[in-house]
Every structure is written in C-alpha cells, then in structure tokens.
C-alpha cells in the first residue's frame, strides 16, 4: 500500500502543516510524502491517500471557515467539563461518539 498526505492552505502559510507533520508520524509516512499546496481562498484541507492495487482509499477533512477553529475548542471544552482531572488526547474525545 502507497500513502501519499496532502495538505492545502491559505497563501503565504510557510512550511508543511503541524498537523500534516502529525498525520504523517502517526502513519509512519516520511516528510518527503506530503504535499503541500498554498493557494488564495483556501483556510485548511488535509487528505490522505491511501492507495492499494486497483483501488484507492481517501480521508479528507476540510475547514471551510476559520469558525471551525473555535467551535472546535468549545466542543472539546464541553466534552471535558465532567471529566476528571488528567491529560487526555483527541481520540479520548471522540470514541464516545463511534463507540458501538
């Protein structure tokens, strides 16, 4: 299986994307398999590619406003209010949403 990581944001954003840098740790995909697009009208855009024979499988998650951005820190907030104190990551967020 190929991986390639895309990752597209606003024009004059320097370098490869934290979180395009984190998406590619985690997959174990070196830096030099992200591509990175700068273009006018875009505030973020992460896809990743996974490609098998005679198929491929995308994941892409796409912020259309800058709104996003905040909206996320209040559904993280809301979703810790009742936890206990600690560390948590992303993933402790949001299994309760998928968990079956």
Same mark, same amino acid.
């Given at each position: 299986?190929?991986?390639?990581?895309?990752?597209?944001?606003?024009?004059?954003?320097d370098?490869i994307?934290?979180?395009a840098?984190?998406?590619?740790?985690?997959?174990?995909?070196?830096?030099?398999?992200?591509?990175?697009? /700068?273009?006018?009208?875009i505030v973020?855009?992460h896809?990743v590619?996974?490609?098998?024979?005679?198929?491929t499988?995308?994941?892409?998650?796409?912020?259309i406003? /800058?709104?996003?951005?905040?909206?996320?820190?209040?559904?993280?907030?809301?979703?810790? /209010?009742?936890?206990?104190?600690?560390?948590?990551?992303?993933?402790?967020?949001l299994?309760?949403?998928?968990?079956?």
């Amino acid at each position: 299986m190929d991986i390639e990581i895309i990752e597209e944001h606003f024009k004059g954003k320097d370098g490869i994307s934290g979180t395009a840098l984190k998406i590619a740790e985690a997959l174990e995909v070196e830096k030099d398999e992200i591509n990175s697009v /700068r273009v006018g009208g875009i505030v973020g855009k992460h896809e990743v590619v996974f490609g098998f024979p005679f198929q491929t499988v995308r994941l892409v998650h796409e912020s259309i406003s /800058r709104e996003a951005f905040g909206s996320g820190v209040i559904f993280v907030a809301e979703n810790l /209010r009742d936890k206990k104190e600690g560390l948590f990551n992303f993933e402790d967020i949001l299994t309760p949403y998928f968990a079956v």
